[in-house]
């Protein structure tokens, strides 16, 4: 049996107003929450909420904007739903939630390493895989395969494929 949770409420008692949340439902009752933070930092108290309400962390991902921001997606298992809180950070800084959920650990750390995302509080903030001499933000100065990949690359390359196949016969 599924606990009952109102995600909204439990928001509002303590950070107020500064989110908006959305969720859907899929076809065989899969709820999935969106949940964007108004300010950065109030990801520890919402770490908080739902390590009372028995959330546990999945993974935290990163991406690099248009404008050069960063947008911070940390995924939660929330009794089988999933909950995604939304962050958009300027500054390059977020507050650890390590200290509240052990298992940010290894993400946050992959931020630091991969994003050059500041992880402040981190209680172990060494690098995690890369070898010291790769500076860090490496992934921030290459293209996502989602971007190399786009259709006109794939057509071009479906062309190219065709192409030498008549060749052959």
């Known amino acids: 049996m599924k606990k009952e949770i109102n995600l909204e409420i439990e928001l509002n008692q303590v950070i107020g107003s500064k989110f908006s949340l959305s969720s859907k439902k899929d076809r065989k009752g899969l709820i999935t929450y969106w949940c964007n933070l108004d300010n950065a930092s109030d990801i520890k108290k919402v770490a908080i909420i739902l390590n009372r309400i ?18 911070i997606v940390y995924h939660f298992d929330l009794h089988g739903a999933c909950c995604n809180i939304i962050l958009n950070i300027d500054d390059n800084k977020v507050d650890s939630i390590t200290p509240i959920l052990k298992t940010a650990d290894w993400t946050e750390r992959e931020l630091k390493e991969l994003y050059d995302i500041e992880i402040i509080g981190h209680p172990n903030p060494k690098r995690l895989f890369l070898d010291e001499t790769i500076a860090e933000g490496v992934m921030n100065n290459y293209i996502p395969l989602s971007e190399a990949m786009n259709g006109s690359s794939s057509q071009t390359l479906w062309e190219k494929v065709i192409t030498a196949t008549s060749e052959e016969n």
């Open 54 to 71: 028995g959330g546990r962390l999945i993974t935290v991902t990163a991406s690099k904007l248009k404008d050069d921001s960063k947008e």
